[in-house]
């Protein structure tokens, strides 16, 4: 089994497609509890926000997997396979691991460095866990995932390596509408990033904040956390009166639709032109942040005389170019952040090929343990009474502490060696072939026993083909010609103390 991701995000599809293939959090456990009915999947887990929609799954095998998952988003989603398929990239085995690792300490986010993607993720496991689509295999990777995150925030200035996108969308208010502490301030939800937007804006100086939502008490909470008003997005009138009255509006609701349209915002316009110092009838600007994905703001409502409307597409090309530009000073947060990526994925590989080794290494004493039984039955029955009790128990321990000895230096270099990604797997299939191994299961002490007898004759020939290469990989474990690798220590030349 291996870990393979399938997804489309920001940085592969235009946000219209991303609009098309956002789920909710039922229909996110759907995709993942439907992709484990498949024949290649036996774990799924899926992560979807508001820049991106993954699957991360636990296959057999990676083209039928990847199959299998595709057809799985294509019925979750609705859009076309044909129309995916341009915007969908894939990660598998090692690659699979260092994407989630990048995606989890905010390095793939559009804000990059921000940490709602750690919670996002936490709670895409919770939800696997739940719905039973996730197993050990992925519930130790994004377990792991999130130990990557949270050291990647602790150990480095990544929290500061780029601005917030409401602090982004905050930064046009200055030219749209004057200083934000003379501005009226509307967040249009009550979810997570709206009130990460109420927050933002309250400590940046906006004194008027009013919070609309469609559960009024959750408005309320809100509201009072900044010091503001709230009320119902579902009272008549209540919305377009909240419009006239806003200088700068944050919306991100997670509805499905349009939630700010342009008649509402032109029936709000006309009321805060009536409303004009003077009696002038020209309404003041306004500066729409729109945070959500689907948006909640209609495209049209951008063509309206003295609105400015910003989006995530365009927050995530500044946020892009600040954090890229000269003198941004986040390069070297970025370059640290990107080392424990990369160290964090390697020592994860490292691990799960130890691991793989381990039923081969339980196989290999099981099966030596019962040719030294088997051996012990054959003593009892050729001597008969004549055996002494004592004598049996020396002789049983004296095989068994000969056979241990035999095989520690293998089993633990075994181990070691497994690590290596480029040569330790072929140990560990020099060992299955010339003990002739089961890892599924024990075979019969005949066949150990031939197995075991085949060992001087693999080290004292020079097969030829594969089998050469086989014994020589027993022979390098045996006799300690190969010695594996030293994982460096802290104080090292190189290493991050």
């Known amino acids: 089994m291996t870990a393979l991701v399938v997804g489309l995000s920001h940085r592969t599809a235009p946000l ?12 996110a456990r759907a995709l993942a509890v439907g992709a484990c009915t498949a024949d290649d999947v036996t774990e799924a887990v899926v992560l979807s926000t508001c820049n991106r929609l993954e699957v991360y799954s636990e296959v057999a095998t990676f083209h039928g997997g990847l199959a299998d998952v595709g057809a799985a988003l294509v019925e979750a989603t609705g859009v076309p396979l044909a129309e995916l398929t341009d915007h969908l990239y894939v990660h598998f085995a090692e690659s699979a691991v260092e994407h989630l690792f990048t995606v989890v300490c905010g390095l793939d986010s559009m804000a990059v460095g921000e940490s709602q993607v750690l919670g996002q993720v936490r709670s ?14 992925l519930d130790g990777l994004l377990q792991r995932a999130l130990r990557v ?3 990647a925030h602790s150990e480095t200035g990544l929290d500061h390596a780029g601005h917030s996108l409401v602090e982004a969308g905050l930064a046009h208010a200055d030219e749209v509408v004057g200083p934000l502490v003379d501005a009226r301030v509307l967040v249009v939800g009550a979810g997570a990033m709206s009130a ?31 010091g503001g008003r709230w009320g119902a997005l579902g009272e ?4 377009e009166h ?8 944050l919306s991100c609701t997670g509805a499905v639709g349009h939630v700010v349209d342009a008649a509402t915002v032109g029936a709000a316009r006309a009321l805060r032109g009536a409303g004009a110092p003077g009696g002038s009838g020209a309404a003041a600007p306004q500066l729409l942040v729109d945070l959500a994905l689907p948006r909640d703001v209609a495209p049209e409502v951008g063509r309206l005389p003295g609105v400015v409307v910003v989006g995530l597409a365009e927050l995530g090309a500044q946020l892009a170019a600040e954090v890229g530009g000269a003198g941004s000073g986040v390069a070297a ?12 994925s390697a020592a994860y590989l490292a691990e799960r090929r130890a691991a793989a080794v381990a039923p081969t290494v339980v196989a290999l004493r099981t099966q030596a343990r019962e040719v030294a039984d088997a051996e012990l039955d054959r003593l009892r029955h050729r001597l008969g009474p004549d055996l002494d009790a004592r004598v049996e128990a020396e002789v049983a321990q004296t095989l068994h502490r000969v056979v241990s ?7 633990v270099r075994m181990k070691h060696l497994a690590a290596d990604a480029s040569s330790g797997p072929a140990y560990v299939e020099a060992v299955r072939e010339l003990f002739d191994l089961d890892p599924a299961g024990t075979r019969a002490p005949e066949a150990v026993t031939e197995a075991l007898r085949a060992v001087p004759e693999a080290r004292g020939q020079a097969p030829t083909g594969g089998a050469a290469a086989t014994a020589d990989a027993l022979r390098d474990l045996l006799t300690g010609a190969v010695v594996p690798p030293r994982r460096p220590r802290p104080g090292d030349a190189g290493t991050r103390s």
């Open 333 to 344: 947060d970025l370059r640290d952040a990107r080392a424990i990526v990369a160290e964090e």
């Open 242 to 249: 909240a419009l006239a009255e806003a200088d700068v509006v």
């Open 196 to 226: 990460l937007a109420a927050t933002t804006a309250h400590r940046l100086g906006a004194r008027d904040i009013t919070v609309l939502n469609r559960t009024a008490a959750r408005a309320q909470r809100l509201a009072e956390a900044v």
């Open 236 to 239: 008549s009138g209540g919305l």
């Open 405 to 411: 000895t035999l095989l520690h230096t293998p089993t």
């Open 149 to 151: 995150g949270k050291r």
């Open 124 to 137: 895409a496991l919770r939800r696997g866990q739940e719905d039973g689509s996730v197993g050990s295999a």
């Open 16 to 27: 219209e497609v991303l609009e098309r293939a956002t789920l909710d959090a039922g229909a």
